[in-house]
């Protein structure tokens, strides 16, 4: 309960007016505090205003009234205080409408406020020439516990026979809304309601903690690996109302590795099944600012991320978003650049190479041997170049420069129980091809550890 105390007045007394001086004397702190304990039933819409509601008030003619006076008018409490930004700019408005319907429309301001810290502050306002001059119920507390609300300025709406009518946001006092309500049409005004069990400390969404899980317009979700799931390399789906990636158990550097190659779809796609090359592993510099090696970290442990983002949203400002959220997370500084790298191309050593030259063909060997799949490719020999960077992952990159026709098929068997260079260039030349030594200018991702991770 004294948690609840205690979040409620500051729902009051928030936001704070950016020109005034925060300044609360002990009376209106303690009537605060008493005004917000929800120890009275509570007044809803259709129900009658009690006959007996006496309260103090300020710049009237009287210094006490009873609100059954004002029976036979459309009366509108205006719930406000002084560092409330919002109430202060809505003042004028209330003034003016005052005015406007004199005789069918009472506008009455209620505050908890002691009677000296609003007579300084209309002080204040006087010497900056913007008096309060509405007549205004102060030290109340009767009133804001029968209209229990978070946050100021709240409006209560009551019929000229003392029937609520509605309990708005101040955005619904209108010239148009009052016009409706005195033609006797109040169901145009919206409603404001308010969550009682709502819990700061708890997470936002989560058991409808504030909504339900589905109300965000933006998430982003890192957990470590989660064993009890399937480990999936990528997905993403985009509706009519969201955009969605999702990866699970994967590396760091995999996660770069997703977000990059959306980023520079021609270097890193695979044009075919939208999929990233594993071969990019192999492009990721890994250094400190000093130029060391970064910590193991970014290469053992593995993690779950989620991005949901609006339907707008482009497909490259989607993973503009996970390159951010890695690089918070992560404490990384990540960018993608041309660099010369060493790697090794695939040639062709004979002109009467044994390959096969058909499209959709299928073939898979055990663990032990390059799978290959032979799906139409459309670029030039691309899985099984995948394939070797796949099962000799200690090798620099392997580049593809066979200049094979489009739709090609490698179809011979590569044994990598010995994974060397020299069994692999051995096996490779009985079938003419062989690996040459390359340095070649090349788009790779540079992960370099902030300061101090």
């Known amino acids: 309960m004294k948690f609840e105390r205690m979040l409620l007045i500051q729902l009051l007394l928030f936001p704070f007016c950016a020109t005034a001086q925060f300044e609360i004397d002990s009376t209106t702190s303690s009537l605060a505090g008493i005004a917000v304990e929800r120890t009275l039933p509570q007044v809803t819409i259709g129900m009658h205003m009690p006959d007996d509601i006496n309260a103090k008030i300020l710049f009237a003619d009287r210094t006490n009234i009873n609100l059954s006076g004002y029976m036979g008018k459309l009366l509108i409490l205006d719930f406000w205080h002084q560092w409330c930004g919002s109430c202060l700019k809505l003042m004028p408005k209330i003034e003016r409408l005052q005015k406007e319907y004199l005789g069918k429309l ?22 900056r020439g913007a008096p309060l001059l509405l007549p205004t119920i102060v030290e109340d507390t009767l009133l804001r516990k029968m209209f229990p609300h978070h946050g100021d300025p709240y409006e209560v709406w009551i019929d000229e026979n003392g029937v609520v009518l509605a ?11 009052i ?11 919206v ?60 590396s760091i550097k995999w996660l770069y590795k997703v977000a990059y190659s959306h980023l520079d779809s021609t270097e890193f796609m695979d044009s075919k099944s939208r999929l990233p090359f594993s071969s990019i592993e192999k492009r990721i510099v890994e250094e400190t600012s000093s130029g060391e090696k970064i910590n ?15 339907a707008e949203f482009s497909t ?24 010369k790298v060493k790697c090794y191309s695939l040639i062709r050593t004979s002109k009467n190479s044994n390959y096969v030259h058909q499209k959709y063909k299928y073939k898979a060997k055990n663990e032990t041997k390059v799978q290959v799949f032979n799906f139409g490719i459309d670029d ?3 899985t099984f170049i995948e394939q070797l960077n796949r099962q000799y992952p200690n090798l620099p990159l392997i580049v593809d420069e066979t200049n094979l026709p489009r739709g090609t098929n490698i179809n011979f068997e590569i044994n990598t129980d010995n994974r060397t260079i020299i069994d692999l260039q051995k096996q490779l030349k009985r ?9 070649l200018s090349k788009k790779v991702i540079i992960l370099k550890c902030n300061g101090g991770a």
């Open 179 to 189: 016009n409706a309500v005195l033609a006797g049409q109040s169901s145009n005004l």
């Open 296 to 310: 193991t970290e970014i290469n053992s442990p593995s993690y779950c991320y989620e991005l949901t983002l609006p």
């Open 431 to 439: 079938h003419g091809f062989a690996l040459a030594r390359r340095e």
């Open 316 to 339: 490259r400002s989607t993973f503009n978003f996970m390159v951010q959220d890695l690089d918070r997370f992560f404490s990384i500084h990540s960018e993608m650049k041309k660099m």
């Open 167 to 177: 309990l708005t946001k101040d955005t619904e006092i209108s010239e148009r809304n």
């Open 191 to 250: 409603n404001t309601s308010w969550q009682w069990n709502f819990d700061q400390r708890k997470a936002f969404l989560i058991n409808k903690n504030g909504a339900a899980d589905s109300f965000y317009q933006y998430r982003s979700i890192i957990t470590k690996r989660i064993d009890s799931i399937p480990d999936i390399l990528y997905y993403t789906n985009r509706d009519s109302n969201r955009m969605r990636v999702f990866i699970s158990n994967a």
């Open 106 to 127: 009472v506008i009455l301001p209620v505050t908890f406020q002691s009677v000296s810290s609003v007579k300084s502050f209309q002080d204040r306002l006087k010497q």
């Open 380 to 382: 030039n020999v691309g």
